[in-house]
Antibody
């Protein structure tokens, strides 16, 4: 079975940094594009960033450019999100999700990891 | 950026009734539209992709239609487990975008 498991969330002060991880299993990790999507408490889904299987293509939401960096290590079947200069409005559950090809939907999602930015 | 507008924001229906949810795009997304279901405390689950294709394991009571800018998710006869929030997502252009969601609640 395909599994995506996020980790690394927690409480961080405004201006701080956090690195999220997502471990994939049950499929050939390198053949799928990966994504981060977040959901603020009581709000809808917001796409954050995407990375191709070979890391050659990266897309990012404008509102997070310069602060968030997506990366992956296919040897470790892992996806990462480095989050810097965190703000209160970055408080959310962060999900990783995969898609097969350009234009494909996100067919499997992790259970999410909660990031809380507060002093 | 393509903006997706879902309507209604909340839909109150009873089990056994038919549900019709709408998603409108600010510009054409051809057929590159997906629908997701999310229950409280859970991750979203893919229901429909490419506007009208059911994802693996999705019951036949869920169907999608539309192309271009106007799309519909229909649940033919509501089961108790169908009450949830539904999101549309366009996969036509970057940045990918989601609608704001429709909450389907029990009347």
């Amino acid at each position: 079975d395909v599994q995506l498991v996020e980790s690394g969330g927690g409480l961080v002060k405004p201006g701080g940094s956090l690195r999220l991880s997502c471990a994939g299993s049950g499929y050939t990790f390198s053949t799928y594009n990966m994504n981060w999507v977040r959901q603020a408490p009581g709000k809808g889904l917001e796409w954050v960033s995407s990375i191709s299987g070979d890391s050659n293509y990266i897309y990012q939401a404008d509102s997070m450019k310069g602060r968030f960096t997506i990366s992956r290590d296919n040897a470790k079947n892992s996806l990462y999100l480095q989050m810097d200069s965190l703000r209160a409005e970055d408080t959310a559950v962060y999900y990783c999700a995969r898609h097969r090809r350009t234009g494909d939907p996100f067919d499997n999602w992790g259970q999410g990891t909660l990031v809380t930015v507060s002093s | 950026e393509i903006v997706l507008t879902q309507s209604p924001a909340t839909l109150s229906l009873s089990p056994g009734e038919r549900a019709t949810l709408s998603c409108r795009a600010s510009q054409s997304v051809t057929s590159k539209l997906a629908w997701y279901q999310q229950k409280p405390g859970q991750a979203p689950r893919l229901l429909i992709y490419d506007a009208s294709n059911r994802a693996t394991g999705i019951p036949a009571r869920f169907s999608g239609s539309g192309s271009g800018t106007d799309f519909t998710l229909t649940i033919s006869s509501l089961e108790p487990e169908d009450f949830a929030v539904y999101y549309c997502q366009q996969r036509s252009n970057w940045p990918c975008s989601f609608g704001q969601g429709t909450k389907l609640e029990i009347k």
